[in-house]
């Protein structure tokens, strides 16, 4: 049973145009959310997060927005650069989970010049 | 600072040969985790320690165990590899952020295994 979800395996977007990469989980205990970025050959790099308690998280070129009602999350970025071709990861932790990370699938995003 | 290292970075194994997997973080970090990543899976905790002298079991612990050495070193044995264990496993690791709150695990670079 797939707790989180990135429905879109992936995502091509022009350059300078704003990247959209969809989450959704289904468990409610949920209440700290993460995204990552994977490219090839190495490890994923932790990107930004959202805490429950907050609806909207912004750090330079990335935002991500959580709504909790839906369960869903969304990572923008803006301007798209080609350097952001990669995997993105969606990730969750539960309430009294530790740091223990529940990943979704991936969306590979491919930014076009 | 290294961060966190993981050796080997590549294996071929036989069914039925075993082998671990070593992996070590500098950040002086509480938590260590082994993750392994397949095809259209994502990321699936295999086992987490969440600190010296503890571990448990994650979604897909079979056919592995760990040992968490110190602080700094967390190993992931496989005793009898199996061809389904063929994937790129990732060690990380992470704290808590300063007042309790959570914080983000830090990743290897991977290690790619195959069992054929």
């Known amino acids: 049973d797939q707790q989180v979800k990135q429905n879109s395996p992936s995502l091509s977007v022009q350059e300078g145009r704003i990247s959209i990469l969809n989450c959704d989980y289904t468990n409610s205990m949920f209440d700290y959310f993460l995204w990552y970025k994977k490219y090839p050959a190495e490890g994923p790099t932790f990107l930004i997060s959202i805490s429950s308690i907050k609806d909207k998280n912004e750090d330079g070129r990335f935002t991500v927005f959580l709504n909790k009602s839906a369960k869903h999350l969304s990572l923008h970025i803006v301007p798209s650069q080609p350097g952001d071709s990669a995997v993105y990861f969606c990730a969750a932790i539960p309430t009294g989970g530790g740091n223990k990370l529940t990943f979704g699938t991936g969306t590979q995003l491919k930014v076009e010049l | 600072n290294a961060g966190v290292t993981q050796n080997p970075k590549f294996q071929v194994l036989k069914t039925g040969q075993s082998m671990t997997l070593q992996c070590a973080q500098d950040m002086n970090h509480n938590s260590m985790y082994w993750y392994r990543q397949d095809p259209g899976m994502g ?74």
């Open chain 2, 43 to 116: 990321l699936r905790l295999i086992y987490y320690s969440a600190s010296e002298g503890t571990t448990d079991k994650g979604e897909v612990p079979n056919g592995y165990n760990v040992s968490r050495l110190n602080k700094r070193e967390f190993s992931l044995r496989l005793e009898s590899a199996a061809p389904s264990q063929t994937s790129v496993y990732f060690c990380a690791s992470s704290e808590f952020r300063a007042g309790g709150g959570k914080g983000e695990a830090f990743f290897g670079q991977g290690t790619r295994l195959t069992v054929v």
